[in-house]
């Protein structure tokens, strides 16, 4: 057992060296719930970071991971603080949608953008399912895997930078 988390860790560590440095996960997406319950995506890169390829991917629990709903965008150089409406992203990104835009029981979620320069990369993230959003309150946002206010999702953010 040991040899073999030792042969893991060798090799997850030669991996590293030979990519480089990975890009970090950090809690700076979210999703928040408006005053009429339509979930916004909420994005907040670090400073005057550019940011690239949101996306939004919705995969059946139980199912063979492959989006069946969402959208993503190629995108690139974006900057500042965005939100929008989760299944309706801005037309400058020229997102490509799949499937059903709205969110469904049983599908788990994921939207987030990356940014990415040698030795300051990063991932923004945050999972999430259509429960978690229908629980939310208005001016709630769910980021890091709980619901907080807005407030505490923009301190979440700036200490995460």
């Known amino acids: 057992m040991r040899r073999t988390g030792a042969v893991a860790a060798g090799i997850a560590g030669g991996m590293l060296l030979l990519s480089g440095c990975a890009a970090v996960d950090l ?3 979210g999703v928040r719930a408006g005053t009429d319950g339509t979930p916004y995506a909420v994005f907040r890169p670090c400073g005057d970071d550019a940011y690239q390829g949101p996306s939004l991917e919705g995969r059946p629990r139980g199912g063979d991971g492959s989006a069946t709903t969402g959208w993503d965008a190629r995108s690139e150089g974006l900057h500042g603080d965005t939100e929008f409406p989760l299944f309706a992203p801005p037309a400058g990104l ?8 709205e969110l469904l029981p049983g599908h788990d979620y994921t939207v987030g ?3 990415y320069v040698t030795g300051d990369s990063y991932n923004a993230v945050v999972e999430f399912t259509a429960a978690q959003i229908a629980r939310l309150r208005p001016g709630q946002v769910w980021a890091d895997g709980r619901a907080m206010s807005l407030g505490s999702f923009e301190r979440l953010a700036e200490e995460s930078c």
């Open 27 to 29: 809690p700076l997406a």
């Open 94 to 101: 020229h997102a490509r949608h799949r499937g059903k835009q």
């Open 113 to 115: 953008f990356g940014h």
